[in-house]
């Protein structure tokens, strides 16, 4: 990015990386550039959170590195770790030469001092694995670092992380305070599954991407997928922004319109039928009692889109 990038000029490139979003997407990611701060992203499955750290990095040439998070994530698995079968190796191998080793260490504490010297080599650069987090840090050019779906991780995790969000630095005990060599864009994902900390929350801009509009969703799905004819573009369209009115285990996202829209391309359609969508509601639908509960009423939820058809 340069110093005269604006809301237009990403909205535009995203839009050339083939992902279509609202100016407040825009805003917030030109904020985030300016000010140097992590980015909280949240909002249902499926509305486009993980692409939106893709788009950047590819809008801007960086490398992603992504850190998926899970219950019982621990800093070995998202910074660093040893690498322990090249430490019992070398282990080994001092063991061996230990008479040699201590040549000339005439009493306990001098041989103890001599082995404190190999001890300190087996956490060194050389026996270190770096992880998402480290790897980010290290980086010698530009970096899009994703947490993604930061809930699913415990509170203790969330708390290891407030050091780089803040200061993108990290301590490692054997090593001291690694610092960014150039700060990563940094993204957080959130399906809001539980809730996060303010702490947390106070190092991040803030973003909530709901489900589109229908305008949005139809630029969307032309760019995405752009063999679908304008008819099948907005009854397609419009057909899923019912189904989002209804009260649903789970409501399509934009991934599913999206896949839905190019089953209907592979299946060479040009207007939606209703035996051609109770056929493919699982495309959409993910939990069979949505699917039941659409194909009851799927003649009246047709009707409502025929006038856009």
């Given at each position: 990015m340069t110093q005269d990038i604006s809301v237009d000029t990403i909205m535009?490139?995203?839009?050339?990386?083939?992902?279509?979003?609202?100016?407040?997407?825009?805003?917030?990611?030109?904020?985030?550039?300016?000010?140097?701060?992590?980015?909280?992203?949240?909002?249902?499955?499926g509305v486009g959170k993980t692409e939106l750290a893709k788009a950047t990095a590819s809008l801007l040439h960086y490398d992603l590195i992504r850190l998926q998070c899970y219950e019982g994530l621990d800093e070995a698995k998202a910074l660093y770790e040893w690498k322990y079968g090249k430490q019992l190796l070398y282990t080994q191998l001092l063991k061996e030469k230990l008479g040699d080793l201590l040549k000339g260490a005439?009493?306990?504490?001098?041989?103890?001092?001599?082995?404190?010297?190999?001890?300190?080599?087996?956490?060194?650069?050389?026996?270190?694995?770096?992880?998402?987090?480290?790897?980010?840090?290290?980086?010698?050019?530009?970096?899009?670092?994703?947490?993604?779906?930061?809930?699913?991780?415990?509170?203790?995790?969330?708390?290891?992380?407030?050091?780089?969000?803040?200061?993108?630095q990290i301590s490692i005990p054997e090593l001291g305070t690694i610092k960014a060599k150039r700060k990563p864009i940094v993204f957080l994902t959130s399906n809001n599954m539980r809730e996060l900390s303010d702490a947390l929350k106070r190092r991040c801009l803030h973003l909530?991407?709901?489900?589109?509009?229908?305008?949005?969703?139809?630029?969307?799905?032309?760019?995405?997928?752009?063999?679908?004819?304008?008819?099948?573009?907005?009854?397609?369209?419009?057909?899923?922004?019912?189904?989002?009115?209804?009260?649903?285990?789970?409501?399509?996202?934009?991934?599913?319109?999206i896949d839905w829209a190019r089953t209907l391309l592979l299946l060479h359609t040009d207007a939606l039928t209703p035996e051609l969508v109770e056929s493919t509601l699982?495309?959409?639908?993910?939990?069979?009692?949505d699917i039941v509960s659409v194909k009851d009423d799927l003649r009246g939820l047709f009707a409502k889109i025929l006038p856009r058809g």
């Open positions: 535009q490139g995203f839009a050339g990386a083939g992902y279509i979003c609202s100016p407040a997407i825009a805003m917030t990611m030109l904020l985030a550039y300016k000010l140097e701060k992590p980015v909280l992203v949240e909002g249902p499955p005439h009493d306990l504490p001098s041989s103890i001092e001599r082995l404190h010297e190999f001890g300190d080599v087996f956490y060194s650069e050389d026996f270190l694995e770096p992880r998402p987090l480290l790897q980010a840090l290290r980086a010698e050019k530009g970096t899009v670092l994703l947490i993604d779906e930061i809930d699913k991780a415990d509170h203790e995790f969330e708390s290891f992380l407030l050091e780089m969000l803040s200061d993108y909530y991407i709901p489900f589109p509009d229908a305008a949005l969703e139809r630029s969307i799905i032309q760019s995405r997928v752009p063999g679908v004819n304008e008819q099948l573009r907005d009854q397609l369209v419009n057909f899923v922004q019912q189904l989002r009115l209804r009260d649903l285990k789970k409501q399509p996202a934009i991934s599913e319109t699982n495309v959409l639908l993910k939990h069979e009692e």
